[in-house]
């Protein structure tokens, strides 16, 4: 259920449609640069109560790695 939160809190922020967003998608392939990265962050942060500390968001690369974050934590 982490995932379909996540997938749809991501269409939100960058306008895809979901079957454009697996757990492979990258953060490149939906163009998000550093300041998206952050904004990300902070939504995920309020929705998922958890925190993302500079060096977790170095290690997040694709939506899976996100979802196994807010899972683990």
Do not use: W
């Amino acid at each position: 259920m982490v995932f379909e939160r996540v997938q749809k809190l991501v269409c939100s922020q960058f306008d895809l449609d979901p079957e454009q967003v697996t757990e492979e998608t990258t953060l490149d392939d939906v163009n998000a640069d550093s300041l998206d990265v952050y904004d990300l962050a902070q939504t995920l942060e309020s929705t998922f109560d958890v925190v993302f500390n500079d060096e977790a968001l170095e290690e997040l690369h694709t939506i899976g790695d996100i979802v196994r974050f807010i899972e683990n934590n």
